[in-house]
Structure formats: C-alpha cells, structure tokens
C-alpha cells in the first residue's frame, strides 16, 4: 500500500511539475480554439457498483489530468481517485469537438487499485472505458469535466464491473 501512495503521489508530482514547466516557457497568449487544451482539475468521484460483498459504493475525490495532443484528436488523460482506497486510472481519448467550447470523449486505458477495500472502480488491475465531456468555461482558462469509468473484472471479491462516475473544474495550461 505504500508504494501505491508513493506512486500516487508521484503521479500528481509530474503533473504538477509539467504544469509548471508548460507555463515557464510559454511566451505567447492562449487564444481560443474549440474546447482545446490540457488542463489539471479537481473535483469528486461516487462508485456506483459495489462487490460481492457489499462494498464499493462511496464518495471521494478525483485529481485529473489531461494532456491534449497538438493538431490531433487524442489527449492523454490520468486520474487519481482519492477516498477509502485510492485509484489511478491512466487513459487514451478519441476527442470529438461538440461546439466551439466542448468536446466529448472515449478513453481506454487501465485502472490501477490494490487495496482490501474496493476504490470507487474496484480494488484490482483491469481495463476501463472512461466516456466524458469537457466545457471550457467563455473568456477564462477554467474548464469543467464530467465522466464515468467503466472498469471490467475490477472486483478481487466476486469479479464484476465497477462504475464511478466523476466531475469537477479545472485549470487549461
């Protein structure tokens, strides 16, 4: 379990780190563009699904991180689930702008969680589906984020699928 946090917390260290970097050697305004952009985000997180015993379904929090590829509609996409076992589900996404503030996407990736409790998407490796939409909030860099993640085979205790759905704010560097 230590090492997960380690991990954890290593995660959030390069996002942050990368942040900092991106707005140290930015020397141009942003400009508009549909919905684009990278952006670290906070906000909550509720497993929807519980195990074969009963546990699964709570409330925490999420940190959130995308990285949007240049001229491409892909973004790299990682998000830390924080409550009474915590998460981390890295993925790739297909990015579909809706409008000139919004974009919907479809992620695949991997949930990572390894604890005696289920996390809001279960508590062992599996792969995850994570559909979602982000609103760049007019004339600001905030953006607010909703999604769900679907993991498969996600519970040690009576196997199953595990959904959380999140949402949040977040900051476009």
Known sequence: ?????????????????????????????????????????????????????????????????????????????????????????????????LGWQTDAYLGAGLVFANGDKPSPVGNKTSFALQPGIDYVVPNSNTVIFGNAIIAFDAYRNGGGTAVSVQGGVGLRF
């Open 1 to 97: 379990m230590e090492r997960f946090k380690d991990f954890l917390l290593g995660v959030v260290g390069v996002a942050l780190g990368s942040l900092a970097i991106s707005l140290a050697f930015t020397s141009q305004p942003v400009s508009a563009q549909a919905a684009y952009g990278s952006y670290v985000g906070a906000g909550g997180t509720l497993g929807v699904t519980q195990d074969g015993s009963g546990e699964g379904r709570q409330l925490g929090g999420v940190i959130a991180v995308r990285y949007k590829l240049l001229e491409a509609p892909f973004s790299l996409r990682t998000q830390a689930l924080i409550g009474s076992s915590p998460a981390i589900v890295p993925t790739v996404s297909y990015d579909i702008p």
